[in-house]
Structure formats: structure tokens, C-alpha cells
């Protein structure tokens, strides 16, 4: 397994903004760090749960299919691919709108988030299944993925107002970078290398 883009590609996406990054930048800036964190935490276990759910399912599949793991390594580098050309496009402006902030709008968003949930079940079979078969194991990653995502929603609350003034700033040379290393992740998860 290749560590580093598995670390780069759950970086780049769970910090990179999207729906629950814009909403969680936004209520900070309207109610405050400390009624967005339940919103985050909401988020989390939904994001942790997702994560379960595709290894749980992930691991059926493979059980079933072995051929599947390959097929899901090229969806995962299609979409992988995707993103990076979300990124880079993305315009400078992007404004979230007003929402609940509480646990359970961060719970329920997830699933309803596709950038999330494509995510969730891409990240699993293009990065763990390949090398790791134990249950154990996938355990193990869906935890450290689920504190990475934490992380990322919690720097969003922690940084709100400058890291929204840092993005418009710089957003074409921050897109650039964070579409290219999508790029580089996603052809380390194609086996084509």
C-alpha cells in the first residue's frame, strides 16, 4: 500500500471544501466554534458510519467477487480524477447556505453529501482491500480515516475566518496544488503503477 497517497487522498479531500466544510465555515462565522462543533461531531459519526459501511459491504463484495477489487480501484481513480477537476474549477466565492448547525444536521448531511459518500466508498476498496483483508485491519484505517475527517472539520471551525480569507486569497494556486495531488493519488490507485 502506498501510504502516502492514501494519506494525501484523505487529506485532500476531507480538508478541500465542500458541502459540510462550507457549512461548517459559514456557522462558524454565524453562531460561533462552539455550537458548530455539534454540527462537526454529528458529522463525524456519520462519516465514521459510511466508512463502516463500505468496508462491511466492501468486504462482502470481494468475498464474492474478487475480480470487483480491481474494478473498484479504476471507479475509485475515475472519481479521484473527478475531484481533482472540481478543484481545480472551483470558483473563489462559494457561499454555504444558513442551516441548522446542531449533531443531527451534521449527521444527516453526510448522507445526503456525495462528495462524502462517493468517498467513503471509493476509499476503501482503491486503498485498504488491495493490501489488507482482515477485518481487523479495516477497522483500523475506517478509525484513522474517521479522526481525519474530524480533524478536517475541526480545523474549519478552528480556523473559519482566516482560512476563508486564505482561500479567496489564493484560491486558483490552492486548487492547483490540492487538483494535482488528487491527480497523483489517482494514478497510484489505478495499478497502472
Sequence with gaps: MNLTSFLIYCIVVTFTPGP???????????????????????ATVAFGILLAASAFLNHLLAGVLPGILHVMQIVGSLYMLYLAYQIYKMGSSEEAPKQATGFR?????????PKVI?????????YVLPYY??????????????????????????FGSVFRKFLQDHQKAFSIAMALFLVYSAIMVSGII
Design 20 to 42: 459540510s466544510n462550507i457549512v461548517i465555515l459559514s456557522s462558524v462565522q454565524h453562531v460561533g466554534a462552539r455550537q458548530t462543533m455539534r454540527y462537526v461531531w454529528g
Design 105 to 113: 444536521s451534521g449527521l444527516l448531511m453526510q448522507f445526503v453529501n
Design 118 to 126: 462517493l468517498f467513503t466508498f471509493t476509499v476503501i476498496p482503491s
Design 133 to 158: 483483508d482482515s477485518s481487523l485491519s479495516s477497522l483500523l484505517f475506517v478509525l484513522l480515516i474517521t479522526v481525519i475527517g474530524f480533524l478536517a472539520f475541526s480545523s474549519w471551525v478552528v
